[in-house]
Each structure stands twice: as structure tokens, then as C-alpha cells.
């Protein structure tokens, strides 16, 4: 009778569904991965990483599908996939900062091997087909048009969706999100990668996706910033504020076009 109330009691995933033109446009929101299970399993074995973060929400998901074949998707796994499994790579940014800030820290005496436990990641969103030869991806001059989306448009479709985040052992944060933001002439989606480990750096992974109704692409611009905190007038923990005060360290311009039935 207990277990059943347990299970019961359960919050249930929250999904979303939204239609824009060719576009569907769908995000699934539950409750962070548990101890043990199948998913905790699938993690495990899929990945190299000697601990995964303290909160990764394994079923949370936004999928832009569109409707020739293809689309993009936005989850947890993917993009714990590219943390690097073997390197301590804060160690390499900045050890002399690191030697003095992270003498003492229980956290990394704990750390069985070596690994990038800020959980940096440079994901970019996970493409698929359905169909072969319906998406090309290539570089492009072409930018998101910002002043488009300073356009007072009502927004017919909002999600915020967190796909991980640890807090460090209270040396700092590191997280992953996706938003979206549907409009009547556009739709935008912010990936962002934010890691912050104090007296040492502050890093921001950017991703940032745009499509205007009536056309057959997506841009996809990705960016990495990061700075030392001994640099930054303040130390902000709000990742809008810190932004600014960041060095450009990578830009990836690219463009999404999608198939032969794109309006």
C-alpha cells in the first residue's frame, strides 16, 4: 500500500506541445534521475565519466522537429557526452590560481581520476533524420537578426527547460539549460553552459538558434566565453550580468537547411 502510494504521489512529467508552420515544437519536463534505475544505468554505462553531476534531470527534453524528417533535440545525455572523461582542464586554465584556491578542497581529494568536474561541455544540440539527405549543415556569414527579436511580438510559446546542474561542493555552480521562445514571425532557442568555480574562472557556452517563418533554415551561432574572477569588477552569479565582463575565446557561425517540403 505504500509503495503504491509512493508511486502515486509521484509528480508526473510535464509536456508541452506547440505547432509553428511546418514545425512542432515539443519539451518534456520531470523530476531529477534517481539513485538507481534504468536510467541511472543508461548513464553509467554510456558514459566515462567517473560521477556524473548531482542534479541531471534525465528525461527533461525540447525536440524542434520539422515535418520533412529532421530536426534537433536537446538533452542531458548528449551533452554530458563531450565533457572531457580523462583531463582536469580548470587545472590547465588556471593552475596557479587553482593550487591556491582548491588546496583544501574535500571535493576534488574525493575525485578517483582525473576529469573535468565542472562538467563543460560544448553541445550544440543533437541533429536527426529521419529521412537521409533532408538537413545540410554548413558555415555561413549570415548572423541571428537581433533587432528582429527586440520586436515587440506576442510570444506564443515559452519553455525553460534545465538538463543538469552542480553546485561544486559549494566551490561554484555549473549548469545546462535550453529556452525557447516562439513569436508570430520567428522562433529562438538559448542553449547555455554556464560553470562558475570560485577564485578561479567563470565560463559561458552559448547556442543560440533562429528561424524566421517563411524560410527554410535555422541558424545556429555558438560561442564560449570565460575570465578569470581575479579580472571581473564583481563576482555576479547571474550569468546575464557576468556575460559582458567575459573574453571571447570561440565563435561557430553555421547554417540548418532543412528539406525539400520546407515552406
Known amino acids: 500500500m505504500g509503495d503504491t502510494a ?9 509536456q508541452q506541445k506547440f505547432q509553428f508552420g511546418p514545425w512542432t515544437i515539443s519539451s ?12 541511472r544505468e543508461k548513464y553509467e554505462q554510456e558514459l566515462r565519466l567517473p560521477q556524473l553531476p548531482e542534479m541531471v534531470f534525465a528525461e527533461n527534453c525540447l ?16 551533452a554530458l557526452r563531450l565533457v572531457d572523461a580523462s583531463t582536469d582542464l580548470i587545472k590547465v586554465a588556471a593552475s ?11 571535493h576534488i581529494k574525493n575525485v578517483v581520476a582525473p576529469f573535468d568536474w565542472t562538467f563543460t561541455t560544448d553541445y550544440k544540440g543533437t541533429v536527426f533524420e529521419d529521412r537521409p539527405n533532408t538537413l545540410k549543415i554548413s558555415p555561413t556569414t549570415e548572423r541571428i537578426n537581433i533587432e528582429n527579436l527586440k520586436k515587440k511580438e506576442p510570444i506564443h510559446f515559452y519553455e525553460d527547460i534545465l538538463l543538469f546542474e552542480d553546485e561544486l561542493s559549494d566551490n561554484g555552480t555549473s549548469m545546462l539549460s535550453v529556452k525557447v521562445r516562439v ?20 565560463r559561458i557556452n552559448d547556442t543560440r538558434f533562429y528561424h524566421e517563418a517563411g524560410t527554410n533554415y535555422m541558424l545556429r551561432e555558438f560561442s564560449s566565453k570565460e575570465e578569470k574572477t581575479s ?14 565582463h567575459l573574453k571571447l575565446t570561440k565563435e561557430i557561425f553555421e547554417k540548418l537547411e532543412f528539406g525539400p517540403h520546407t515552406l
Request: include cysteine; charge should be negative.
Open 96 to 106: 596557479e590560481e587553482w593550487q591556491n584556491a582548491r588546496s583544501e578542497c574535500q
Open 63 to 78: 525536440k524542434i522537429y520539422h515535418q520533412s524528417g529532421c530536426g534537433i533535440e536537446f538533452n542531458a545525455l548528449d
Open 183 to 202: 513569436m508570430p514571425s520567428c522562433f529562438f532557442i538559448l542553449l547555455r553552459f554556464f560553470v562558475r568555480v570560485d577564485q578561479v574562472l567563470i
Open 6 to 14: 509512493a508511486v502515486t504521489n509521484k509528480k508526473l512529467p510535464e
Open 28 to 39: 518534456l519536463k520531470s523530476h531529477i534521475m534517481e539513485s538507481e534505475g534504468n536510467h
Open 231 to 244: 579580472n571581473i569588477p564583481s563576482l555576479h552569479t547571474d550569468p546575464n550580468a557576468v556575460a559582458e
